[in-house]
């Protein structure tokens, strides 16, 4: 058996009834790795050493009974957390030699939980991305077609699990950047409520938005990182403090009873026929488990992509400015003085889309500019956030596609920001509200490429999706199938 294809409820029951080591399951996923990671390139940082040492010391807690969480289990990393001892680059050239001194919370989370890391995965440059296209390293490509894009700016995380190259791991999501990603890529993953994860070791890109959150083969594994994850975190301020349940047992309750609501504004020209059928088909599925679908309204879903291309940018504009050459990082040594110094560095050390939102963002903040741009930005996001707020009065969740379209070509958008952009318009709304989103698969076109389902929910209530995540994944009639690498 593939120990690698397998997921981590499956291995817990293979560890705890002694049937499998750590040793052995790490030693299948880098065998996978060997075999598919030059085809697929998910990964920037590939920690083998690191890896075969953790999967000894969980081998010898399995040994003495001290099997937690996550023991044994192969994770992988978004580049985008700090890891003491090893880089962080987040795909940019910028920070290509940064080694943190300290790990980010939810590394310290996974460590406690038993995880054993596998290595850093590829990512559009700070986030910064749809395809995964932007990164200094490279190109991640898609394992159900290696001519294709894996979604973005977590390619690389997302791809790593849909080419069983770990077996869950970890993503953040800005405008989309973990459900975008899942659902062109056949797995699941889970933006969390803004404040449920600590992002105390995230590197930022926009400080309101930011959240971090897993991807994995299932929802019950979802559920698993889930409870890993979450919880306050005094080192961080916009962490909540709030229990964390048990989200697993919403794993075997129905949804029966329940209204889901189906936002008109989601439903518009542009969408992909084939990804229309399959959330038409995924609606069906819902209404056969009990639920009612109701048309709702989020009439100010037409300003989303206009709101979130002002703060986003903003907000980076303000958190990229600490990259200078003085303090870590890549310098520049080319500068006659210091401000020559400061712009070569900068001019070198980003790539042209961190750039473009750098000065988008800068523009947007400067003086005369701030009221009519970010102010007035802040304003819709206020009335987007009101929206979702009367929607769950009338639904206990919302369903709607988690991309326009299924995965491009490479290339296809990259001279066409704009397009780029539209890759996230499903999905940079609840960011702005600060709700959470699960995308799970929910059937392939007939090219073979997966579409994924959405579901929100609203602040704090990520069991209500891994309820109904879970109930339509078990209920989904539609073929299972895994990449052919």
């Known amino acids: ?88 680059t987040c795909g940019s050239r910028i920070l290509y030699n940064y080694i943190p001194p300290y790990d980010a919370t939810v590394v310290e989370k996974l460590k406690e939980a038993g995880a054993v890391f596998v290595g850093k995965t590829n990512m559009d440059e700070f986030a910064m991305g749809s395809s995964t296209e932007t990164s200094c390293f490279g190109i991640t490509r898609n394992p159900w077609d290696l001519e294709r894009i894996p979604g973005g700016s977590s390619g690389g995380s997302a791809a790593s699990v849909a080419a069983d190259e770990c077996i869950a791991s970890i993503g953040s999501d800005t405008g989309g950047s973990i459900r975008q990603p899942a659902a062109l890529c056949g797995v699941v993953g889970l933006k969390p409520t803004y404040g449920r994860v600590s992002r105390f070791g995230l590197i930022a890109f926009a400080s309101s938005l930011d959240q971090i959150g897993p991807f994995t083969k299932d929802v019950e594994d979802c559920a698993i990182m889930m409870g890993v994850l979450a919880g306050y975190d005094p080192k961080e301020s916009t962490s909540v403090p709030m229990d964390v349940p048990d989200y697993r047992e919403h794993l075997s309750r129905g949804i029966e009873g329940w209204t889901v609501g189906i936002p008109r504004e989601y439903f518009i020209e542009g969408i992909d026929p084939e990804v229309m059928k399959a959330i038409q088909d995924a609606i069906k599925v819902v209404e056969g488990l009990g639920a009612r679908c109701v048309e709702i309204s989020l009439p100010h879903t037409k300003y989303c992509l206009a709101v979130y291309y002002i703060i986003a940018p903003a907000e980076a504009s303000s958190n990229l400015a600490r990259y200078d050459g003085v303090k870590y990082g890549f310098r520049s040594h080319d500068g006659s003085d210091l401000l020559e110094m400061y712009k070569k560095t900068r001019s070198e050390g980003f790539g042209a889309e961190v750039k473009r939102r750098i000065m988008i963002g800068t523009y947007a903040l400067s003086s005369g500019y701030y009221d009519a741009y970010y102010k007035k930005a802040s304003q819709v996001r206020a009335l987007i956030k009101r929206d979702f707020e009367e929607a769950f009065k009338q639904c206990d969740v919302i369903l709607t596609p988690t991309t326009p379209t299924p995965a491009f070509k490479i290339g296809e958008k990259t001279n066409d920001p704009l397009q780029m952009y539209l890759s996230d318009i499903f999905t940079i709304s609840t960011n702005l509200a600060g709700i959470p989103g699960i995308s799970v698969p929910c059937g392939f076109t007939a090219a073979g490429l997966p579409v994924g389902v959405q579901f929100l929910a609203g602040h704090f209530e990520e069991g209500k999706l891994i309820q109904i995540a879970s109930a339509y994944e078990k209920s989904a009639n539609f073929e299972k199938r895994r990449p052919n690498l």
């Open 1 to 88: 058996m593939d120990l690698n294809r397998l997921t981590i409820h499956e291995l817990q029951k293979k560890i705890r009834a002694g049937d499998v080591s750590s040793t052995d399951i790490v030693r299948d996923v880098f065998s996978r790795i060997d075999a598919v990671e030059k085809d697929v390139h998910a990964f920037i940082t590939v920690m083998r050493d690191e890896a075969l040492s953790g999967a000894s010391r969980a081998d010898a807690d399995i040994k003495a009974g001290d099997i937690k969480t996550l023991t044994g289990i192969p994770v992988a990393l978004k580049d985008i957390l700090c890891t003491r001892g090893f880089p962080t």
